[in-house]
């Protein structure tokens, strides 16, 4: 079984490396393969989601290629343990956020970090930094040493140590955001023409908006800065629209919609998608701002109630397929309705009421997998 997990590893590994900046004619084969393997192997070591494939009369026999792959509901990562490996000894454990019952929360062990950094480190490159190597980055987020078990914080934490200027900085620190070192460090960006990538979740920017307009503060940033936000407003006392939002960015640091890129990610999975206008911007393409997914990333969009696929155009579930999720579930049926296209897909929302229920598991289901 090690032998077997290293090959795994060392193949997802020369997959990311072999089709993230283009793909060749056998890349279709490729992926379908190696999810088959990974398939196998979850099967065979991840007890819980053997039991939940069979309770949809799907196993090694049935299965012919990754569209077949059964979907295992996010909601399972609060309910189960979901992992093909010892648990006591996964390098992270990655925690959802939101209640403060850890029961109540998802689990996403990583049992090492290899792939896992590896995908960041391609996707982020590729869709956030496409012309240069580094740049100063500002969080407005906390990293690891405030926030552990947080995946959104051991990325900004990657982030910075891999593609951040020696003077990047987290200005959030014992709970709270440093509003006037961060003014600070603007303002000497600004000063110098110094590009920065401004890196924050969604709602960081709600606070960090309105102590700006309170104190009558904006800023002219360099041409090349970006504004990075991810996330969004579930479980928030106040909502935003994404428009006005970026209306604000926009107005308030002098940066022009196309700077602004927003990342799609979640602790149930171990690889990202971005808004893909910086990567159209810097290949001088025509600018798209859907989001598109790595070439180790596969997505569906399924009717809510069938979960079969939808025409392209129509709204639906979206359908995660990550080979970086190899020491889990390969295949992910998240909660989030996409509409997708030629270019893309954008988000529309959460599903909610008989929706949600659709792609949940049922208390009788959860029994037989426990």
């Known amino acids: 079984m090690i032998e077997k997990s290293k090959k795994i590893q060392s ?8 089709y993230k900046d ?14 088959m393997r990974i398939f196998a ?37 609060k309910e189960l343990i979901l992992s093909t490996e010892d648990i006591n000894q996964a390098a992270d454990v990655f925690y959802s956020s939101g ?91 600004e000063k110098n023409h110094e590009p920065i990538l401004l890196l924050g979740a969604s709602f960081s920017y ?6 700006l307009q309170q104190h009558h503060q904006s800023f ?10 991810t996330g969004g407003f579930k479980g928030k006392s106040k909502e935003v629209s994404m428009t006005d939002l970026y209306a604000d960015l926009e107005s308030t640091f002098k940066v022009t919609r196309e700077q602004i890129i927003n990342m799609y990610g979640m602790t149930e999975i171990s690889s990202q ?50 080979l970086a999720n190899w020491d889990s579930c390969v295949s992910i049926l998240t909660e989030d309705i996409v509409i997708k296209n030629n270019h893309g897909f954008t988000v529309i929302g959460r599903a909610k009421g008989s929706v949600a229920k659709g792609c949940s598991i049922t208390a009788d289901e959860l029994l037989q997998l426990q």
């Open 11 to 18: 193949d997802i590994l020369t997959f990311i490396n072999k």
């Open 22 to 35: 283009h793909q060749t004619e056998r890349y279709e084969s490729d992926f379908n393969q190696l999810v």
């Open 41 to 77: 192997y979850q099967f065979q070591n991840n007890l819980p989601y053997k039991k939940f494939a069979q309770l949809r009369h799907k196993n090694l026999l049935t299965v012919k290629n990754w569209r077949e792959v059964p979907l295992i509901p996010i909601q399972a990562y």
């Open 99 to 189: 209640t403060t019952n850890i029961n109540h929360r998802s689990k996403h062990y990583i049992s090492n970090l290899n792939i896992w950094e590896e995908s960041m480190r391609a996707g982020f490159k590729k869709n956030v930094l496409p012309n240069t190597d580094k740049i100063r980055i500002l969080s407005l987020f906390p990293g690891m040493a405030d926030n552990p078990n947080s995946s959104l914080s051991r990325y900004i934490s990657t982030a910075i140590r891999e593609f951040g200027t020696e003077n990047s900085h987290i200005f959030f620190e014992n709970n709270q955001l440093n509003y006037s070192e961060l003014i600070v460090a603007l303002q000497e960006a």
């Open 206 to 211: 709600v606070h960090l908006l309105a102590y």
């Open 220 to 229: 002219n940033l360099a041409k090349e800065s970006i504004i990075f936000d």
């Open 273 to 322: 998608c971005y808004d893909r206008n910086l990567m159209d911007h810097s290949e001088n393409k025509t600018v798209y701002f859907d989001k598109i997914a790595p070439a180790w990333v596969k997505t569906q969009v399924l009717d809510t109630e069938t979960l079969q696929p939808v025409v392209q155009g129509q709204r639906g579930l979206l359908a995660y397929y990550d």
